[in-house]
């Protein structure tokens, strides 16, 4: 471990008996109790996530909007001050750069957290592409540590934490001046999970502290350190992208079912004349959700077939903790990609029957709209 | 990490337990340590013969697939299919979670495997 990039949080991960792994580089909890465990933690109560390793970048300057218009799928002039939103950062053929959370505090000044494994090549392609605008983009990822509070208990374990502040910040909405244990902190209602949940922004200094007294504080609402382990089960069941898997620099968010995030009406942004040929000739292919019909878990890689010839590729599967079903993603035909289709997967050697399927497998739980005490 | 004494075991982290001319098959602490939550198990037919390290099934967890060889050969009399059910009964107890029953054919069965002690050393080894 001693050549990988650890968090602040590092030296707590021992105490609750963590399994370490080599994340991209850093030394990051696969799990603690163990993944089944950790995933319906967050289901049915909460869990906390070290996500220190993600980068943060800093865009300021007068032509901040217009230029994270320019370089983002999404119409970043639709949120507000203290909102956020998901967007994917494309490239010149309509495929994604990386999919990341833009943070509005301004019109002059954004925060956008990207994937830890996009970091360097996300600032290179921001930074490449500032010609023509005012604006400065910087890499703050060493000075933000970031743990995220995930699970329907969340907003009352954060109550009983900071106060009823916690509550009063909406979903897709942040607060940058919440301060816990005299720390100042950025608070959003975001997540990765499909649950309700924070994400929590604050100086690596106090990180692990804050960490230890989360855990602490959440003991009487079941609150579970959670690993990469589940993270990753959770946010498959929710069908969530992850980055390398359903979205790369080939896949669009077009083919991504990621459509929603598009805004084609824009002027102008870096993509869309691909994306808009592409929609007009129609997508080849799409990510599909399916269920084995078999035995077998479908993993990434595996291929997918129709009456025996190859139709595609899983591209994230598991067996489900909460719905006790192999369930998988594949980038599939176009032709198949709609709920109801018969497909053969190839499991280690067989060839294991299996059906497309609606999605999301699991509906999320976010808190949209929030009950009359907590509108401002 | 358990290793138990009475038991036989292999490099690849099975364990054996003689009865007589039947032997039964399992995995071992330190596997299904490494392995995490075991989610899915894959095993052979009754009936099916083996030489000694054939695979014969598979244990899954939630991240990973892990073939299961037979330490010993034989001829497989019963296979626990509880563990079909119940995977995760590996993860709670590993050596009472066997996972085949063998008639065993090697007139020397106990040649080629581990004691409990060389099996530890073994692990300590790998570990490293």
Redo the contacts between chains.
Sequence with gaps: MDHLHKTAVYPAYGGVGA?IVNFEGWALP??FE????EHQAVRKAAGVFDVSHMGEVEVAGKDASIYLNMLLSNDISRIRDGQTQYSILLNENGGAVDDVMAYRFSGQHYMIVVNAANRYKDIKWMMDHTEGYQVTVSDRSDDVAQLAIQGPKSVDLMRAFIGEEAGKIRFFRFSDSIRIQGVSCLVSRTGYTGEDGFEVYLSPDHAMKLWEDLLEAGKEFGLKPAGL?CRD?LRFEACLPLYGRELTEDITPLEADLEHFVKMEKTDFIGKKALAAQKERGLERKIAGFEIKG???P?SGYEIRKNGKKAGRVTTG??S?TLEK?LGLALVDAGIAAPGNTIEVAI?GKSVPGITVETPFYKKKYQKYLPEPYFS | MKVLDGLYYSKDHEWVKPEGSHALVGITDHAQLGLGDVVYVELPEEGDEFQAGDPIGVVESVKAASDVYTPIAGKVIRVNGKLIDHPERINQDPYGSWLIELETTDADMEEGLLSPEEYKMWCLEEDE
């Design positions: 399994k696969l799990q163990g993944i089944l465990a382990g089960t035995r077998g878990i993993r598991y067996y903790p192999n280690r």
